[in-house]
């Protein structure tokens, strides 16, 4: 089916047109600072020494300047769950694109990379043609000694040079040009006014013993006194420019960290922030043992507050000093209460540990039924609440949640919320699908769809929350996920959703609305999402597309 220009830019148009911003100015940049030293007056010494690597490395550093002050601005999560609160930012289109955060994080880094290996091939082109086309009559503009300098004594015996080195092997390309690197062996001319440019001072030892006959016709010649103190105007404005003061130069001013102070500061006052917000413990009321490896955690904070969708990052030292990892909120706390809790998937050594440190060994009772355990439990340190693009699933009047396996998790705090009082959001109809390949996967959230189904069918609201489960791999002995879950069983299906389908069914159903799509599971269900978002349907329904993206 086509595509729907209408879901396209919905979806896609102000990503792409922030993209083609970015790249804009990536190039103005680039191509002004190349035309400044390939054309400026005042680095023409500087470009017939140095020649085209003189343009790269000033260009690319330019380039690197602009994406090292851009890069750490997506990393400022506490910045980015702020602004993305509805008051903050009132348009839903711009609260989108700060999904976008992470991607772009990307993008910067990935720059960074490619422009770090320009600017130091051709710093190694420089110091290559510092020391071939050393020139004796500019002196302080030379790196080089003298002729036929080795170019590696450049980059090993100089702070420039050594430190542009360093910063390669240990950045791996990443750094090495954000920084001055071999900045400093660049110089430009201060006196134009009094030498411009390619103008032969006479009074100059260099040119003592030069026959004026190379500059003037014999003619000009004879006229000239001899000491050549005082040419006429004639001889300078008709052959050849003569001047009475031979070049200064002068280092470039730094200018990196113009460019990265003001968002590092940022982003240093950020994680101290963070650092003083996430420095006391929580206190942990119980931990939970689902099935299929899922372990549920409830924990209290003095003065935690967090938004259904959002996501924190734990950190336990007793498993790891510096290893920690996020978790979306499967519980918020509310005004009555102050539990929260989140779900984890045993995989991976520090989830194992984790469990041991929570948890006794695993019994066969705990594999079919939930397993409370009260004890005394180590440190734990939790460090948000940061945005997700789950958050927007209320503010839209119809949305389809989409879940694989563990994926599972921002939708029950979504679902959590609803239980509690659902009127205070513009959602009013719910489309849940949920993916597993383990029946008793279900299990996990069972008593909390059917608390939620039995509520709104007393409320006479059946149609607010649409639930479909689907069970990917059977043996033909999963059939039910419970004899007390009857409300979940008759919504229990084998096999695969047929996606084209549920998207003509709800585009039917929601007729000239917008319907809010959201993901968090496998990247074949979100590409396919993704791609049905973007088509046209003949019921003028628009799918606008969020997938889960840890910043």
């Not at 140095?50 to 790269?56: P, S, V």
Request: proline share 6%.
């Amino acid at each position: 089916m086509a595509v729907s220009w209408r879901s396209w830019l919905a979806n896609e148009g102000v990503k792409h047109l922030c993209l083609l911003i970015w790249l804009s100015l990536n190039v103005l940049l680039f191509w002004k600072t190349f035309l400044l030293y390939n054309r400026g007056p005042e680095y023409h010494y500087l470009h017939q020494m140095l020649g085209l690597g003189l343009c790269l490395s000033r260009a690319s550093a330019s380039v690197l300047n602009l994406n090292c002050s851009l890069i750490l601005l997506p990393m400022c999560r506490t910045l980015l769950a702020y602004l993305r609160g509805s008051q903050k930012v009132p348009s839903r289109r711009t609260r989108r694109l700060l999904d976008k955060s992470r991607t772009f994080h990307i993008t910067c880094g990935v720059t960074i990379c490619i422009f770090s290996g320009v600017h130091v091939a051709a710093h190694l082109v420089n110091a290559l043609n510092f020391s071939v086309n050393y020139r004796e009559d500019f002196v302080d503009l030379n790196a080089a000694r003298y002729r036929d300098e080795d170019p590696r004594k450049l980059l090993f015996t100089t702070v420039p040079g050594l430190t542009g080195v360093c910063m390669v092997l240990v950045l791996f390309l990443m750094i090495t040009a954000s920084t001055y690197a071999i900045r400093g062996l660049l110089k430009y001319q201060t006196n134009l006014d009094t030498h411009p440019p390619g103008c032969i001072n006479l009074n100059g030892t260099h040119y003592q013993d030069v026959h004026l006959a190379e500059y003037l016709p014999e003619h000009v010649h004879e006229s000239v006194p001899g000491g050549f103190s005082e040419p006429d105007e004639l001889t300078q404005r008709t052959f050849v420019k003569i001047c009475m003061e031979e070049p200064r130069f002068q280092a470039n001013f730094p200018q990196t960290w113009l460019w990265i102070s003001g968002p590092l500061c940022l982003y240093c006052a950020e994680r101290l922030y963070r650092c003083i917000r996430s420095n006391k413990p929580v206190t942990i009321i119980s931990v939970i043992s689902h099935p299929s490896d899922v372990m549920e955690i409830r924990m209290v904070k003095e003065n935690f507050k967090a938004r259904p969708g959002q996501y924190i990052i734990l950190h336990c030292p007793s498993v790891s000093a510096l290893e920690n990892h996020p978790f979306t909120l499967t519980m918020c706390p509310t005004e009555t209460k102050a539990t929260f809790g989140v779900h984890l998937k045993i995989v991976g050594d520090w989830t194992e540990r984790f469990r041991d440190l929570l948890l006794p060994p695993s019994s066969q009772d705990s594999e079919i039924l939930p397993f409370i355990q009260s004890r005394q439990y180590p440190k734990l340190y939790i460090d948000g609440p940061f945005g997700s693009p789950f958050e927007e699933s209320l503010n839209y009047e119809v949305s389809l949640c989409v879940a694989g396996g563990i994926g599972v998790t921002p939708f029950a705090s979504i679902l959590n919320t609803l239980l509690d009082d659902w009127k205070p959001y513009k959602l009013r109809r719910l489309y849940f699908i949920w993916v597993c390949r383990d029946i008793q996967s279900f299990r996990w959230f069972a008593d909390l769809l059917c608390v939620l189904h039995n509520k709104f069918w007393q409320e006479n609201r059946p149609d607010y929350v649409n639930i479909q489960l689907y069970l990917s791999q059977t043996d033909g002995l999963q059939k039910i996920i419970g004899e007390k879950y009857p409300a979940l069983n008759s919504r229990l299906f084998i096999g695969r959703p047929r996606w084209k389908l549920l998207f003509d069914e709800i585009a039917k159903c929601n007729r000239g609305k917008t319907v809010g799509v959201f993901c968090c599971g496998p990247n074949s269900i979100s590409k396919t999402l993704h791609k049905l978002s973007n088509q046209n349907n003949s019921y003028g329904t628009r799918f606008e597309y969020n997938k889960e993206s840890f910043s």
